[in-house]
Nanobody
Framework: QVRLVESGGGSVQAGDSLRLSCTAS????????MGWFRRTPEKGREFVAA???????YYGDSVKGRFTISRDNTKNAQYLQMNNLKPEDTAVYYC??????????????????WGEGTQVTVSS
């Protein structure tokens, strides 16, 4: 079992940037696909970004060109750089990991191990 802890959320203005971090413990994450999802009461769960174990990246349509996912296996961590934030990015952001393949199916199903989430609030 992997324990995931997110950090870096907060309240910002539209156009600002935030960097979310997710630190894993319990197991080395080099063999895991990693990702970020977000949840709002209106939309439910939404895929944000994912990075495969070989560092291929995938993004939801609403964040392409603004968000960047990365990983550092030496630190057992993944990151989400969020630029040009919009009010519609307001959500609880969760990091997740999964060892299953293929990653496309894993993204669609939702990964199987999750953090507790961190709130991101963007005001106009």
């Amino acid at each position: 079992q992997v324990r995931l802890v997110e950090s870096g959320g907060g309240s910002v203005q539209a156009g600002d940037s935030l960097r979310l971090s997710c630190t894993a413990s319990g197991r080395a994450i080099s063999n895991y696909h990693m990702g970020w999802f977000r949840r709002t009461p209106e939309k439910g769960r939404e895929f944000v970004a994912a990075i495969s174990r070989d560092s291929s990246t995938y993004y939801g349509d609403s964040v392409k060109g603004r968000f960047t996912i990365s990983r550092d296996n030496t630190k057992n961590a993944q990151y989400l750089q969020m630029n040009n934030l919009k009010p519609e990015d307001t959500a609880v952001y969760y990091c997740a990991v999964d060892q299953r393949d293929p990653i496309g199916v894993v993204i669609s199903l939702g990964m199987d191990q999750w953090g507790e989430g961190t709130q991101v609030t963007v005001s106009s």
